[in-house]
């Protein structure tokens, strides 16, 4: 049994690229949530052994299963639920999806105390140099959701279960367990809110969406020393292919251009001027 606390919670944000879907790479599909992204990793042709990684924003479980099964078939269900992180944003739906499908869901270990309902992650800061969306976080829920029963640990060797070829980095940050999945064999990144391809913060780059790298969610990020060591982590993978929790997924030279110049002016493109979790860092 799940306990879900956003099961009320209506979010009416959106983007102009809400219910698309965009290919990052082979097999990896990026289906927009209203203003997030979640991902569905799997052959469509073979219907079976895919997996979703991250769970959307609250009350669209039914989209997002309409839209597995415009992927894969009437009925599919994932091989297991994969998660970079845990805010609200990337687990709305969990809870009713994970007690449909009665798959298991996997994160990092020091993400588990806030997928089990032990610990509310740091509230939003609303006071954060930004803009419009950031203003308005202080209305963002930080509440747990309890997926005791399901949720389960990634393995320690780096390895992620169902996702053959494919390995998890610890990418803190932006949450303590924040992680993000990347496949040599072609360079294709998932990197959650590690960095995004948008301005998260701006509410009409939200909307229209256009390309763009930038730093994790400025309101919702506690830890600037950690979030610059991991952008660097993953700029140095040099990949050709990424789809972050935000915006559009991007490849090639864009994202290699655009990645390193954020790796090299962290501080300066990422890092608010003030707010609650910069000042004294």
Not at 92 to 105: C, H, Q, S, Y
Not at 111 to 116: D, H
Not at 251 to 256: P, S, V
Request: net charge negative; charged share 25%; with cysteine.
């Amino acid at each position: 049994m799940t306990n879900n606390p956003y099961g009320d919670k209506v979010m009416p944000l959106t983007s102009k690229q809400s219910g698309k879907t965009h290919l990052v790479g082979e097999d990896v599909y990026c289906y927009t949530n209203q203003i997030v992204n979640v991902f569905f990793v799997g052959n469509r042709n073979q219907r079976k052994g895919w997996v979703l990684v991250d769970a959307g924003m609250p009350r669209s479980a039914d989209k997002i299963i309409e839209h597995a099964e415009d992927l894969y078939g009437e009925g599919a269900t994932p091989e297991a639920i994969v998660l970079t992180h845990g805010h609200f944003d990337h687990v709305g739906a969990l809870p009713d999806l994970a007690e449909k499908w009665k798959v298991n869901v996997y994160a990092h270990p020091l993400e588990i105390p806030y997928l089990t309902g032990e610990t509310s992650y740091d509230k939003p800061d609303p006071t954060v140099d930004g803009g419009a969306v950031a203003k308005l976080s202080g209305f963002f829920p930080n509440e747990p959701v309890d997926l005791s029963g399901y949720v389960k640990e990634l393995p320690q060797d780096g390895s992620i279960p169902e996702m053959p070829n494919w390995k998890w980095l610890h990418t803190p940050g932006h949450t303590p367990g924040h992680v993000s999945l990347y496949r040599e064999s072609d360079r294709t990144l998932i990197a959650g809110d590690a960095f995004t391809t948008v301005k998260q913060d701006e509410m009409f780059e939200v909307v229209k969406q256009d390309k763009e790298i930038n730093g994790p969610p400025v309101y919702f990020t506690p830890n600037w020393e950690d979030a610059e060591k991991s952008v660097k982590k993953l700029a140095d993978l040099q990949p050709l292919h990424a789809g972050t929790g935000h915006g559009l997924p991007m490849t090639g030279e864009e994202l290699e251009k655009g990645l390193t110049e954020l790796a090299t002016t962290f501080k300066e493109k990422a890092v608010p001027k003030h707010g609650k979790y910069v000042d004294g860092q």
